[in-house]
Every structure is written in structure tokens, then in C-alpha cells.
């Protein structure tokens, strides 16, 4: 079993609708978690950044984090053909560089116009 | 956040050939960069982590001897693709941590081609 888990994809929504995008993981000592969006020949960007359980909103994105279940997600609000990508969660022990941040596999998103 | 930068964006040598690759942190000092390479459609994979001062640490699976990483400054970390081969073609990009918020920052990217 990979220590998190992502689905591929792709997924294909029409643009203005809303996206949920999600990541389990399997060790219990992750507490800081990060969204990144890359596009294609593109560096990842980061997108967010959490290390809480609960909520976290910027913009249309909105990061959700539910340590109990092992699960994080990324809603993105008025979709729009811009946010088409592949994103990829990713999340670490602890906030030091000594600590491996482990990724997703991503999930590619196309937005339809 | 951090500015991370890469140099160059694409190149293309030949076979045999060696190729350098430079990463810049243009925001803050890092005393740790970390090097990935992806294939198309897949996930990034660690290759190595380059410490300022002192010798990178690899990854199970990474040749040391033909991905040579020097970190001579606080700002800058290189990456040497020896004795270059058409299967080294890949995506190289690095990446910074900020050490006291725990947020990574990657580079644009490097793409190599080998011919």
C-alpha cells in the first residue's frame, strides 16, 4: 500500500462548477499538508498549505484536512478552463527539511468551457 | 513565498555528453535543495537531497556517480548529468523547503533531452 493514495484521474468538469479532489494516506505521524498544481513542462506551484484539521480557504480553493479518517481535500470554486491541470497533494512528519515530503500521484483536471 | 529558479529550461546534448544544471533560491538561504525528475504523466520522484557544505544524499536507486550534486552556496545548488543517455531524458526540477513554515517551493524546470 503507497503511503498516499491520489486518483489519477482524469476528471472532466464543465467550467463554473465546483471540484473535489482528494488524498489518503496511511501514516498517521503526516501533519503538514500541501496542494500543488502543476502544468504541463511547469514546475509545481504551491497551491496550499495546511497542518491543520478543519478548513482553510483562500480564494476559490479550499483546503480540507480530516486527520481522523486520513483524508485531504481541495474543493475549487467557479471552476474555470485556467485551473485545468494536474494537482497533486503532498505532506510531511514535520516542517523541517530533514523531513520527507511524500506526493500523490496527482489527478489531472480539464475543465470544459 | 519562494522564488526558485532554474537554468537552463531546455536543453538537448548528445549522447555521452554532460550537462550542468543549475537552481537558484532567490527568496532565502537554503541549506537544503532537493532534486526530482518526473516522466510524463507520472508523479515526481526524489532523486537527492544537496546540503550546502557537504555531500547530498541519495535516493535507493540513484547513481551518485552520474548524478553529481554540488551545493557550494546557500543559494545555489548544481546538478551534473554525467556520461548522458537517451533513457536520462526527463524533466529535472528542484525544490527548496522553508525551514520554518515547513512550505516546499519547486523550480520551472529543466527538460533534457538526449539524443
Known amino acids: 500500500q503507497k503511503e498516499v493514495e491520489q486518483d489519477p484521474g482524469p476528471l472532466s468538469v464543465p467550467e463554473g462548477a465546483i471540484v473535489s479532489l482528494n488524498c489518503t494516506y496511511s501514516?498517521?505521524?503526516?501533519?503538514?499538508f500541501m496542494w500543488y498544481r502543476q502544468y504541463s513542462r511547469k514546475g509545481p506551484e504551491l497551491l496550499m498549505y495546511?497542518?491543520?484539521?478543519g478548513n482553510k480557504e483562500d480564494g476559490r480553493f479550499t483546503a480540507q484536512v480530516d486527520k481522523s479518517s486520513k483524508y485531504i481535500s481541495l474543493f475549487i470554486r467557479d471552476s474555470q478552463p485556467s485551473d485545468s491541470a494536474t494537482y497533486l497533494c503532498?505532506?510531511?512528519?514535520?516542517?523541517?527539511?530533514?523531513?520527507?515530503?511524500?506526493f500523490g500521484s496527482g489527478t489531472r483536471l480539464s475543465i470544459r468551457p | 513565498g519562494a522564488v526558485v529558479s532554474q537554468h537552463p529550461s531546455w536543453v538537448i546534448c548528445k549522447s555521452g555528453t554532460s550537462v550542468k544544471i543549475e537552481c537558484r533560491s532567490l527568496?532565502?538561504?537554503?541549506?537544503?535543495m532537493f532534486w526530482y525528475r518526473q516522466f510524463p504523466k507520472q508523479s515526481l520522484m526524489l532523486m537527492a537531497t544537496?546540503?550546502?557544505?557537504?555531500?547530498?544524499?541519495?535516493e535507493q536507486g540513484v547513481e551518485k556517480d552520474k548524478f553529481l550534486i554540488n551545493h557550494a552556496s546557500l543559494t545555489l545548488s548544481t546538478l551534473t548529468v554525467t556520461s548522458a543517455h537517451p533513457e536520462d531524458s526527463s524533466f529535472y526540477i528542484c525544490?527548496?523547503?522553508?525551514?520554518?513554515?515547513?512550505?516546499?517551493?519547486f523550480g520551472p524546470g529543466t527538460r533534457l533531452t538526449v539524443t
Open positions: 495546511t497542518y491543520s484539521s
Open positions: 501514516n498517521s505521524a503526516f501533519q503538514y
Open positions: 503532498a505532506m510531511s512528519a514535520s516542517y523541517s527539511s530533514a523531513s520527507k515530503i511524500i
Open positions: 527568496d532565502f538561504q537554503a541549506t537544503t
Open positions: 544537496s546540503n550546502e557544505g557537504s555531500k547530498a544524499t541519495y
Open positions: 525544490s527548496v523547503r522553508d525551514s520554518r513554515l515547513g512550505e516546499q517551493y
